[in-house]
């Protein structure tokens, strides 16, 4: 994995604020859908079918979170040093600035 250089005062300490932020919200929605499925089965009511439902659905879009995290290339990126914020990929060149 090749270091991110910024741009503006070429520091290599920089951030990818997106993939983080995709990462937090994949794991709270796959612990929060595992948490509603298994309220969902040691219930035993009519209102267990929807828990599951609303869960199984948690899960996909965490499933779908996780996909796009590692196959998506377009990134937002920060310097530690200046506070410069960018977008771009890794292999891009020419950053956009935000």
Same mark, same amino acid.
């Given at each position: 994995?090749?270091?991110?250089?910024?741009?503006?005062?070429?520091?290599?300490? +920089?951030? *990818?604020?997106?993939?983080?932020?995709? &990462?937090? $919200?994949?794991?709270?929605?796959?612990?929060?859908?595992? !948490?509603?499925?298994?309220?969902?089965?040691?219930?035993? +009511?009519? *209102?267990?079918?929807?828990?599951?439902? &609303?869960? $199984?659905?948690?899960?996909?879009?965490?499933?779908?979170? !996780?996909?796009?995290?590692?196959?998506?290339?377009?990134?937002?990126?920060?310097?530690?040093?200046?506070?410069?914020?960018?977008?771009?990929?890794?292999?891009?060149?020419?950053?956009?600035?935000?």
């Amino acid at each position: 994995m090749s270091q991110i250089q910024c741009s503006n005062c070429n520091s290599y300490k +920089t951030l *990818s604020e997106t993939k983080s932020y995709k &990462i937090k $919200v994949t794991t709270w929605c796959f612990i929060f859908g595992l !948490l509603l499925y298994y309220m969902g089965y040691i219930n035993e +009511t009519a *209102s267990a079918g929807f828990i599951m439902l &609303i869960a $199984v659905c948690l899960l996909g879009v965490s499933v779908v979170f !996780l996909v796009f995290t590692f196959t998506h290339r377009t990134d937002r990126f920060k310097c530690k040093s200046c506070g410069y914020k960018w977008e771009g990929t890794i292999t891009n060149d020419e950053p956009k600035d935000i």
